[in-house]
């Protein structure tokens, strides 16, 4: 049979190339602006995808469970019912959203499943 060397030499092999599979098979989405969506929204209708962009302010619905995500061109209705928020939610902060696009009632609305918003910055006046 194999000796002790070559069956630990095999095994190792097998290990990564099994973790090289899983680091490609489940590369990421690429997180993309509302801007890039919005310009060609039918592209990404029904697939999952992540979008970053700030919140429009007064946007935040609570009782609804949505904001308006905007970019420098477009903005993006964000339905966060579903969703695992990261503290802070606020007015005029980055956000990352990832989930699913619809479209419902004549505009686009991404349901996310995952709300990721920035650090404030230590050199933010506070309010």
Not at 35 to 50: C, F, H, Q, W
Not at 60 to 79: A, C, P, V, W
Not at 99 to 117: F, R
Request: include cysteine; charge should be negative; glycine fraction near 8%.
């Amino acid at each position: 049979m194999f000796s002790r060397r070559i069956r630990i030499l095999l095994l190792g092999a097998v290990v990564t190339l099994g973790l090289l599979g899983v680091i490609l098979l489940e590369a990421p989405e690429p997180t993309r602006t509302v801007d890039e969506v919005m310009n060609d929204p039918s592209s990404y209708l029904d697939r999952e995808i992540a979008v970053r962009g700030e919140i429009v302010d007064g946007s935040i619905n609570s009782t609804q469970n949505e904001f308006q995500l905007h970019g420098s061109l477009h903005s993006l209705r964000i339905d966060y019912m579903d969703a695992s928020v990261s503290n802070g939610l606020g007015d005029n902060r980055t956000v990352y959203a990832q989930g699913i696009l619809n479209y419902i009632d004549g505009e686009y609305v991404l349901e996310a499943q995952i709300i990721k918003t920035s650090c404030p910055s230590k050199y933010e006046e506070e309010s």
